[in-house]
């Protein structure tokens, strides 16, 4: 079993900032993958980003390309999402989640461990 655990969520202005981190522990060895995800109220979960673990190769959205960064620590099995230039259409609760197999990174079907979510509010 893996647990992930985020934090970092909040309120922030349109054009602000903010860094998400998601800490994994438990069986950490076999992650092939770790992406974020968010869900607007109202809304279907959305892919936003991934990485795979071990090369560090990075996967975005289109709506958040340039804009967001996913980056990974081995040492410390955590991953980290820099979010800037926020727009309002970005507030969602962000889930971080796990995948032990490789596939398609933006398929939410891939991942078998989530986070239990952060709510991340951009205001206008």
């Known amino acids: 079993q893996v647990q992930l655990v985020e934090s970092g969520g909040g309120l922030v202005q349109a054009g602000g900032s903010l860094r998400l981190s998601c800490a994994a522990s438990?069986?950490?060895?076999?992650?092939?993958?770790m992406g974020w995800f968010r869900q607007a109220p109202g809304k279907e979960r959305e892919f936003v980003a991934a990485?795979?673990?071990?090369?560090?190769?990075?996967y975005y959205a289109d709506s958040v390309k340039g804009r967001f960064t996913i980056s990974r620590d081995n040492a410390k099995n955590t991953v980290y999402l820099q979010m800037n230039s926020l727009k309002p259409e970005d507030t969602g609760v962000y889930y971080c989640?796990?995948?032990?197999?490789?596939?398609?990174?933006?398929?939410?079907?891939?991942?078998?461990?989530w986070g239990q979510g952060t709510q991340v509010t951009v205001s206008s």
């Open positions: 989640a796990a995948a032990k197999k490789l596939g398609t990174l933006d398929y939410s079907g891939l991942y078998d461990y």
């Open positions: 438990g069986r950490t060895f076999n992650i092939y993958a």
């Open positions: 990485i795979r673990w071990s090369r560090g190769s990075t």
